[in-house]
């Protein structure tokens, strides 16, 4: 399953990488320099003046993923009974890729409406947990459980699992307040404007984003407490750990985001720290749910041995 598991990894970092461009594209204003697809402005080569060359840039390292997913689906099709996860994860993998194409042609279509980025965005940070996924069941099939565990227990997974679903709609909330020029909407914290009743779209849409950001907030430190009272492993110590450092750096860059009116690098590492704190989050919860079903180590393994 090594091979699986590169592969995997690959799909994810180049995917990771998009999504990273993509954001950086449309945060410097360059996201309709194309305003058509597959092609821009009727050209495969087109000038590449006034911002072109991050549009076409995304698009030229989106294509890249689309080989290293095939292959995927193909080494983990062959390998489909090897482990009971891999089947299902590569069917999910190939539906959002499919998905996130069609999306991402669509949003050029709709020109980057508030909606469809955060559509784009949704099905892009969902492709990508699917490849963390593929990655962690594939190391699982060759690897044994990490350590001794309370089996049965899916208070954690359950938790870790929540948090990442908060996260993740946290995130896709920031999208659309970025998208829409709802950035600035609320200048002062923790209320808005100086007030606690708010009335514009833009206002309602960020306080939603910060009520949001605080359940985040909380879920973090409640499954980060779960993760060391209850006999954890060390990788889901590491991933939660992990994940509640991004959640106190996000915090910061929020705040400094409204404190300094939202400057262009601020701006694309507070989407790409949200990113990696919903991947944290997720992996953990996976990881945490491998160690809590029953035999779920021998399963991953099944067939690994030649018979």
Aim: glycine share 8%; aromatic share 6%.
């Amino acid at each position: 399953m090594k091979l699986l598991l590169r592969l995997a990894l690959a799909a994810d970092a180049v995917a990771l990488m998009t999504l990273m461009l993509g954001s950086w594209t449309r945060i410097n204003g360059a996201g309709l320099t194309c305003p058509d697809w597959p092609l821009c402005r009727g050209r495969v080569l087109p000038s590449l003046a006034g911002g072109t060359i991050w549009e076409l840039l995304h698009r030229l390292l989106a294509s890249a993923v689309a080989p290293l997913v095939v292959a995927l689906i193909v080494v983990a099709w062959r390998r489909r009974r090897r482990s009971p996860f891999v089947g299902p994860t590569a069917g999910a993998i190939a539906g959002l890729f499919l998905v996130q194409v069609f999306l991402g042609a669509q949003t050029v279509r709709l020109a980057n409406t508030p909606l469809s980025v955060v559509l784009h965005w949704a099905a892009a940070m969902a492709l990508i947990a699917s490849l963390c996924a593929m990655a962690v069941f594939a190391g699982a099939a060759d690897a044994a459980p990490a350590a001794p565990r309370s089996p049965g227990s899916y208070l954690l997974p359950a938790a870790l699992a929540a948090t990442a679903a908060i996260a993740f709609g946290t995130m896709c909330i920031g999208a659309y307040v970025s998208s829409s020029g709802a950035g600035l909407a609320c200048l002062s914290i923790p209320g808005c404007a100086g007030n606690v009743v708010v009335y514009t779209p833009g206002q309602y849409v960020q306080m939603l984003h910060r009520v949001a950001a605080a359940l985040t907030l909380i879920s973090a430190a409640a499954t980060f407490a779960l993760a060391w009272v209850y006999a954890a492993t060390l990788r889901v110590r590491l991933a939660v750990s992990l994940g509640v450092a991004l959640v106190a750096l996000q915090v910061l860059l929020g705040l400094l985001n409204v404190a300094l009116r939202l400057p262009t690098n601020l701006r694309e590492a507070h989407a790409v720290n949200a990113a990696l704190l919903f991947l944290a989050f997720f992996v953990a919860a996976a990881f945490a749910a491998l160690d809590a079903v029953p035999d779920a180590h021998a399963l991953a393994r099944a067939g690994s041995t030649p018979r």
